[in-house]
């Protein structure tokens, strides 16, 4: 993401542009849950991943972009369980904290896809992955996502496989990764597209002052939202979970 802001002459955002930690509108509230219903039940691999990935130099600078929050994961972990997901895949892994939680919520034999441009990252979190037990449910594969789904599609095998599929990438490619994944997930799966509130951006006015990096991704994930809308072949919910999750259950 860094090299992409340089390459579109964005400037990089500041601490003064992340803003409150989720989308609630009390930050007291917000505490409230965490404390009361998510930390005391976060695994402590995930604990410590978070740790790490709080050390990350991006996230001094793109907190709401990168590692979905904990009530996120602990949304992801139940909503796999409650699916009975065993083979998913997840698009955008950076130090794997979703890629933890997915992986902890599968069963033994479960299996996860996991796609990312940057190993460097995701070996940042894979000492803790290592650690919880699960390394084996995950094909770690680094690239662009893509060219992957492409070379899935060409194995008719994979068509109508997937249980489960977390989109927290290039927001610019979620429809292109749309039409894939509609082939590659079975009938009644889900896809899960991260991010689909940007930070509250998609409701405030044309003209609304904004950061530059979310003025820049906003209309394609606007673009998403009205799209995702429109499509029969999804039924889909809009969640305010961390930075928004629309959930889409493939139904033809
Ligand atoms: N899901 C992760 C989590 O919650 O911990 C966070 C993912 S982070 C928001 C986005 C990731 O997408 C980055 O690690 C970035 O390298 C990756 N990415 C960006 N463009 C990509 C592409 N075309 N294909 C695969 N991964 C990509
Ligand atoms: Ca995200």
Redesign the pocket.
């Known amino acids: 993401?860094e090299a992409?802001i340089k390459a579109e002459g964005l400037d990089p955002p500041t601490d003064k542009d992340n803003g409150p930690k989720s989308l609630l509108q009390s930050e007291a509230l917000y505490q409230y849950i965490m404390e009361t219903s998510v930390y005391p039940r976060e695994h402590e691999c995930l604990k410590e991943l978070r740790e790490i990935?709080s050390k990350h130099i991006w996230k001094k600078i793109?907190t709401i972009?990168?590692?979905?929050s904990p009530d996120?994961?602990q949304f992801l972990s139940l909503l796999l369980k409650m699916i009975g997901a065993k083979k998913t895949l997840?698009?955008?892994?950076?130090?794997?904290?979703?890629?933890l939680?997915t992986a902890l919520a599968l069963p033994d034999d479960g299996k996860i896809l996991a796609?990312?441009?940057?190993r460097q990252?995701?070996e940042l979190?894979l000492p803790v992955i290592q650690k919880a037990g699960i390394s084996h449910k995950i094909d770690f594969r680094e690239?662009?996502?893509?060219p992957v789904l492409d070379k899935l599609l060409e194995d008719v095998e994979n068509h109508g496989t997937f249980d489960f599929v977390?989109v927290?990438?290039?927001k610019d490619?979620y429809l292109n990764y749309h039409e894939r994944l509609l082939d590659l997930v079975k009938v009644g799966g889900v896809i899960g597209y991260?991010?689909t509130l940007w930070h509250g951006s998609v409701a405030l006015p044309p003209d609304a002052p904004l950061p530059k990096t979310l003025r820049f991704y906003l209309p394609f994930i606007l673009e998403v939202n009205k799209a995702l809308a429109a499509d029969p072949r999804v039924e889909i919910c809009q969640l305010p979970v961390g930075d928004g999750i629309t959930l889409c259950r493939k139904i033809k």
Do not use: K
Not at 65 to 68: G, H, K, L, S, T
């Open positions: 993401m992409r990935t793109f972009f990168i590692a979905v996120e994961g997840e698009i955008g892994v950076f130090t794997g904290y979703s890629l939680a796609l990312d441009i940057d990252n995701y979190g690239g662009p996502a893509l977390f927290d990438a290039d490619n991260d991010n």
